[in-house]
């Protein structure tokens, strides 16, 4: 079996319970738990380390502290047919959409700095994120509200893969789920405004030529 993957036992000398506490947890879904073709229940590491975390969440840097685990392992997916859907993304040939596909991985990066720093640190990481989107936006010759489309599209991938995340791992704490919601809307919002206040600075620009 993977190291990522236990079994009952494996499982139950990890949280320090007997087998027959995890099978019931896993039974009420107060556990993560994954069953295989046969009906056997496996647990993934990854997510009994998520959820004993959230089980400890009594204040804001607890949580904290569980959002950062979730986001060490958290992989944003883009659906190529899915972005395929999109108006700005029907504009872009194959070498500006794998840069912006490149830029959904650079946000996730820098929520993850983010909640590594804090202060004029945290929001100069936002602002530059929204930087790089501007200036690729202004690159592949996008309007402002479609380069914000294209951001607000992989800031929902991102936000919807934390979910997954956090209810895979079946965290429960309001604590963490709140923690998690703030951080990535205050470190979004930031970089949005960053992007929106770079492409007024590249029109300025332009008009004073």
Do not use: C
């Amino acid at each position: 079996m993977p190291d990522n993957w236990l079994g009952l036992g494996e499982t139950a000398e990890l949280l320090g319970v007997h087998p027959s506490t995890v099978r019931n947890w896993a039974d009420q879904g107060l556990l993560p738990v994954h069953r295989t073709q046969g009906g056997h229940r496996r647990f993934l590491r990854d997510e009994l380390e998520l959820w004993t975390k959230s089980q400890r969440v009594s204040t804001p840097g607890e949580a904290a502290a569980v959002v950062q685990s979730a986001l060490s392992y958290t992989r944003v997916q883009i659906s190529e047919g899915h972005l395929e859907s999109q108006g700005w993304y029907q504009k872009l040939d194959q070498k500006a959409r794998e840069a912006f596909r490149r830029s959904s991985r650079a946000l996730l990066q820098g929520l993850t700095k983010y909640l590594a720093s804090d202060g004029d640190q945290a929001e100069a990481e936002a602002r530059a994120v929204g930087y790089d989107y501007a200036s690729l936006g202004r690159r592949y010759q996008l309007s402002a509200s479609e380069t914000t489309e294209a951001f607000l599209f992989f800031r929902g991938v991102m936000l919807d893969s934390m979910v997954k995340v956090f209810e895979a791992a079946a965290v429960s704490s309001a604590f963490a789920w709140g923690d998690m919601l703030r951080k990535i809307n205050t470190f979004t919002d930031h970089t949005l405004l960053s992007l929106l206040k770079t492409y007024e600075a590249f029109t300025r620009g332009e008009d004073e030529r």
